[in-house]
């Protein structure tokens, strides 16, 4: 088991930017695949992007591909989520979540979830 704690979400004007921080605990980090997803009141969660344990694979959803960039520093236990050119549509809760096999843009894989952080895009 891993917890996650997210932070870095906030209020921002469209066409700005926006860094999420997942910090995770534990010694094995490293041995999991992380994700972002998305949750806007009223609609069911969504996928965003997804790492692999090595960052050599990297998955995005259609919606924030070029605009998202997914990371991950195994050194410090964090995944990051680089959010630019945001738009009102992109306002949700995001959340981390961690498994321990390969990358998914599944959410029913995932095993672990973090509490979230609101991001809020105004027009």
């Known amino acids: 088991q891993v917890q996650l704690v997210e932070s870095g979400g906030g209020l921002v004007q469209a066409g700005g930017s926006l860094r999420l921080s997942c910090a995770a605990s534990?010694?094995?980090?490293?041995?999991?695949?992380m994700g972002w997803f998305r949750q806007a009141p009223g609609k069911e969660r969504e996928f965003v992007a997804a790492?692999?344990?090595?960052?050599?694979?990297?998955y995005y959803a259609d919606s924030v591909k070029g605009r998202f960039t997914i990371s991950r520093d195994n050194a410090k236990n964090t995944v990051y989520l680089q959010m630019n050119s945001l738009k009102p549509g992109d306002t949700a809760e995001y959340y981390c979540?961690?498994?321990?096999?390969?990358?998914?843009?599944?959410?029913?894989?995932?095993?672990?979830w973090g509490q979230g952080t609101q991001v809020t895009v105004s027009s």
């Open positions: 790492i692999s344990w090595s960052g050599g694979s990297i």
């Open positions: 979540a961690a498994r321990r096999r390969a990358l998914s843009d599944q959410s029913v894989y995932y095993d672990n």
């Open positions: 534990g010694r094995t980090f490293s041995s999991y695949a």
